[in-house]
């Protein structure tokens, strides 16, 4: 096998658990045989976290197989199936033994070729380059199509908003703070002009964003550092107010020609027609909703939908299918114990571990902030099941662990789920089938740097009717697989771990795997859920 790009698919397919028998032998007689094969797949292997996963006991081996062992990206990366607990140890010496030699290889010979081919594979790691210009911080009363897609704490990059009916705000990068009213329509060009085509805003602009710059049909205005409104009317007709402070116009595609310039002062209003003229008008200041009035408005608006959500909640306790819910109400009378609810109504229990009491999706609601190492919930959840459906509302603020757990059951037994988020912002349900069968169903790159922060809502369908595991990311598909072949047998959790995971045995140390950020709700239903019920419970918990 010479081709290279053969080889590293050879490796990819075998360390993912998508590789044939025959392949897996093809990779175990190059690894033996071609030191130079042996030093290309070290590369992707990071010999310290190999040893360190090393446990004594089978089922950990499995486990550490699919999740632990290092990445190939943009896969994740497992030992093959051929190595058993004998076999680890040997591969773990080679390997040891085949780094001692790369580490000494390049010191002795930095322009080696054979260094320099296998140095070049690996990607180097690259910015994360941010085109926003904004964030979205607050909404009320959103309609329109597009609007339905906008999350609080999104970055928003240039491009145009357009909504029939309620109010938004947004923080530009450059200080400038704009509340807008729909129908809108507007165009943001940058951190500093924005192009507004219909619609009413107010913009409060600090002094460290003077010269603000907004570009109406009839007339561009450049802030001075000031409190200002503009409206346009059904005429065409555009208003301006300054409430605070000063602004300048000037006429449109003027180039900002000094001889149409006007300055307008705290307390001036004008109206400028079609036609560029301008005459002076009642100031409105009421009529424009400032930063602190929306900010009441979207308080009142998250009260009434927290509302929505309980008389919901209420309705699951009494839903058959629920085998585990939680949602994450802090107890009175003993906040370290998390409520929930089993088949029937039945109380479940949590044992809370470090985790500690936060907001959550409402600042009425509280969550539980997974941060440190310990941090988890401990629980079982009784029952075998042909299908299942995991949902839950979390809010990711970093992806610092090769995996973050959302719900892992205890090792990793045959058909007992893990699911989790790796550091790559991929969403997986990792399957343990019969015949020592690991597979990782996963949706690629749920989560990256632009949606940490955000309260997001995820769910996992395991349909073995229709043999499909389909990945829901608010509300929307994000992906489908089909079954392996060789699935089969009822699901189980029984003991499991919230926001981390714990081996069967206090003796056996997993890898570190909890959760940074926090979740105010989990539920487990015992049946795969039709596509608009998940898009029910994002609806109807959406904050």
């Known amino acids: 096998m010479n081709d290279q790009h053969a080889r590293l698919e050879l490796i990819r397919r075998c360390l993912d658990g998508e590789a044939t028998n025959e392949e897996i032998a093809q990779l175990e007689e190059l690894l033996r045989a071609d030191p130079e094969f042996r030093l290309e797949y070290l590369r992707y292997l990071n010999v310290d976290s190999v040893l360190a996963a090393l446990p004594n006991k089978r089922e950990s081996v499995a486990e550490c197989r699919v999740h632990d062992a290092p990445q190939l990206p943009p896969y994740e990366s497992r030992w093959p199936h051929f ?146 409104g503009l409206d346009i009317l059904d005429d065409g007709s555009v208003e301006v107010h300054v409430f605070d402070g000063a602004v300048e116009l000037f006429a449109v595609e003027s180039n900002r020609d000094l001889s149409t310039r006007v300055q307008l002062n705290a307390g001036d209003a004008v109206s400028v027609g079609r036609d560029g003229i301008s005459k002076p008008v009642g100031s409105r200041n009421a009529d424009f909703v400032s930063p602190s009035r929306l900010n009441r408005m979207s308080a009142f608006q998250q009260q009434q939908t927290h509302r929505d959500w309980r008389t919901f909640r209420d309705s699951l306790r009494d839903d058959p299918r629920v085998v585990a819910y939680f949602p994450f109400e802090r107890n009175s009378s003993d906040d370290r114990v998390l409520t929930g609810y089993g088949s029937n109504g039945t109380v479940i229990e949590g044992a809370i571990v470090g985790c500690e009491w936060t907001q959550g999706r409402w600042s009425s609601k509280s969550s539980l902030q997974f941060k440190r190492p310990g941090d988890r919930v401990r629980l079982n959840v009784p029952g075998k099941f042909e299908s299942m459906t995991y949902s839950t509302w979390v809010r990711v603020d970093g992806l610092d662990r090769m995996h973050s757990s959302l719900l892992l059951t205890d090792g990793f037994r045959e058909n007992s789920p893990h699911w989790q988020i790796r550091r790559d912002g991929n969403l997986v349900l990792g399957v343990q089938h019969p015949g020592d069968n690991a597979i990782n169903y996963q949706a690629k790159s749920v989560f990256n740097a632009f949606r940490l922060g955000q309260w997001t809502h995820l769910a996992t369908v395991y349909d073995s009717e229709r043999s499909l595991v389909t990945h829901y990311v608010n509300g929307e598909v994000a992906k489908k697989h089909r079954l392996k072949s060789f699935a089969g047998g009822l699901l189980e959790i029984g003991n499991a771990t919230i926001g981390n995971w714990s081996e069967p045995e206090p003796h056996h140390a997993p890898g570190i795997r909890n959760l940074n950020g926090c979740m105010d709700e989990l539920i487990v239903f015992n049946e795969a859920l039709l596509g608009k019920e998940v898009r029910r419970i994002h609806e109807v918990g959406r904050p």
């Open 83 to 228: 190595l058993g607990p004998a076999g680890w140890l040997t591969a773990a010496a080679m390997l040891l033994f085949s780094s001692v030699l790369t580490l000494q290889s390049i010191d002795r010979e930095q322009n080696n070729t054979r260094s320099q081919r296998t140095r070049g594979i690996i990607a180097k790691p690259t910015a994360v380059k941010d085109t926003g210009v904004a964030v979205l911080t607050r909404t009320a009363g959103l309609q329109g199509a597009a609007s339905t897609n906008w999350r609080i704490g999104e970055t928003i990059p240039p491009g145009l908003m357009k909504w029939d009916s309620g109010l938004l705000q947004l923080e530009f990068y450059g200080g400038a703070t704009v509340v807008a009213e729909g129908p809108a329509e507007i165009e943001i060009l940058d951190e500093s002009r924005v192009v507004c085509r219909a619609g009413r805003l107010r913009a409060r602009v600090p002094e460290p964003a003077r010269g603000f710059a907004v570009l109406a049909p009839n007339v561009e205005l450049v802030d001075l550092g000031t409190d200002f």
